[in-house]
């Protein structure tokens, strides 16, 4: 059983910066795609950003593409989020994901429905 566990966020200024951790337990499978999502207070849930942990291809947004980086430290098990140049829009619930894959390709895994695997989430919230 794959457990996620989430921190890094809390309250910064716009154009600040914050990096969201998950750490990963229990994986068994060699490759996983690793996501972040977020929820904003009464929207649906979105896909920021997407690591496989094989072979670190990524995926990003448009709206956090050249703000937001994603990676991932085999080592220590766990997926960042680095993210900078914040705005008010990014204020969101957090969640980290995974998901057992054997493709290679981050395209496969670019909705929630994908993911078997969720964090509690990390609250970020980004004052004008």
């Known amino acids: 059983q794959v457990q996620l566990a989430e921190s890094g966020g809390g309250l910064v200024q716009a154009g600040g910066s914050l990096r969201l951790s998950c750490v990963v337990s229990g994986r068994t499978s060699t490759n996983y795609a690793m996501g972040w999502f977020r929820q904003a207070q009464g929207k649906d849930r979105e896909c920021v950003a997407v690591i496989m942990w094989r072979n670190m291809d990524t995926y990003y947004s448009e709206s956090v593409k050249g703000r937001f980086t994603i990676s991932r430290d085999n080592d220590k098990n766990t997926v960042y989020l680095q993210m900078n140049s914040l705005k008010p829009e990014d204020t969101a619930h957090y969640y980290c994901?995974?998901?057992?894959?054997?493709?290679?390709?981050?395209?496969?895994?670019?909705?929630?429905?994908?993911?078997?695997?969720w964090g509690q989430g990390t609250q970020v919230t980004v004052s004008s």
């Open positions: 994901a995974a998901t057992p894959t054997s493709m290679s390709f981050v395209t496969v895994a670019l909705t929630e429905a994908k993911y078997n695997y």
